[in-house]
């Protein structure tokens, strides 16, 4: 009798949490979807896109399926930005609506969901989830949580999965597709981990980003964005406020880390300590590339002035 009622008493402990982690999960994917619907609703408004609709655009911009990536690009703007349509806000909104939901799913074991992607998968994806939610917790850099966001926003858009339901129906996303097998599953042969980086796809060309001090040509996704500025927007940094004088001396380090690694080791630590000190850059620079072949000077010459424009 007393064992029979411990049990009972166990379950709906075990309940009670359940419920307080779903209520608690519900109030994060409202907060994140609102948040989302905003900044679509100002996009539309100005029809330009909001710096967190580029960012988005831009950490996913490996993720994102033929018709997806067909609307983004005719959308793009000169410099960085995008006219915003209903067409374009459409594609996001559904991709948006996709990561919420699946991040949700994943985040209270929802079994239609874990069937859909291989245990390990979904365990991994899992432990990104609670240290997100634990570094918020313990306040951590708002630079440290976008980061690990991106990272977790792609691994969800890599599994492409179906999720949500009741009302909004089953939801699926923008991003490249899996193929299905005879029972209707998800095929996941090819998912077998998560921010598999060595999938992405470069090409040779021009980075989007007006602010961009990659070299020219460099290598850009499938967005025209480089991987520097990719980082940047996986920082969440508004490449659209940066300063230019800071972008002078940041350019001078890019150029100067590139080049001092042909450098005996002594000199390189010279070099190193010399571009610590924002003064020196300018100097360190016009020397580096005097050095250089005269055929790859104009491309550094080139960034340093248009940085300086």
């Not at 359940?18 to 609102?34: P, S």
């Not at 010279?270 to 050095?291: G, P, Y």
């Amino acid at each position: 009798m007393c064992s029979s009622d411990l049990s009972v008493s166990e379950q709906l402990e075990g309940f009670q949490k359940d419920q307080f982690k779903y209520k608690l999960q519900a109030e994060k994917t409202a907060e994140e979807w609102f948040s989302f619907e905003v900044e679509l609703a100002l996009s539309l408004k100005t029809k330009k896109a909001t710096y967190e609709i580029q960012r988005f655009i831009a950490v996913l911009q490996h993720m994102w399926d033929e018709e997806g990536l067909r609307v983004i690009k005719e959308h793009e703007l000169a410099g960085n930005n995008y006219k915003m349509s209903n067409k374009l806000a459409a594609i996001l909104e559904r991709a948006k609506q996709n990561i919420i939901n699946s991040n949700a799913a994943l985040a209270t074991n929802n079994k239609q969901v874990l069937v859909q992607i291989k245990p390990e998968v979904a365990k991994e994806i899992q432990n990104q989830i609670k240290q997100i939610d634990t570094l918020r917790h313990n306040n951590a850099s708002d630079q440290q949580i976008m980061v690990l966001q991106a990272q977790l926003d792609r691994n969800i858009a890599g599994q492409n999965l179906r999720a949500g339901g009741g009302c909004a129906g089953i939801n699926r996303d923008s991003f490249s597709k899996k193929t299905e097998t005879v029972d209707g599953r998800l095929d996941t042969s090819d998912n077998d981990t998560v921010d598999d980086k060595e999938n992405w796809k470069w090409k040779i060309g021009n980075c989007r980003i007006k602010v961009c001090i990659s070299p020219k040509p460099t290598k850009v996704g499938p967005c025209q964005i480089c991987e520097r500025c990719q980082h940047k927007f996986d920082q969440g940094e508004d490449l659209t406020k940066v300063n230019s004088s800071k972008l002078e001396i940041n350019l001078g380090r890019s150029i100067i880390s590139e080049l001092i690694q042909t450098k005996p080791d002594d000199q390189k630590n010279q070099k190193v300590a010399e571009i610590n000190n924002d003064d020196k850059v300018d100097n360190v620079v016009n020397e580096l590339i005097s050095r250089i072949p005269k055929q790859e000077q104009p491309k550094y010459k080139a960034h340093t002035l248009e940085m300086a424009a």
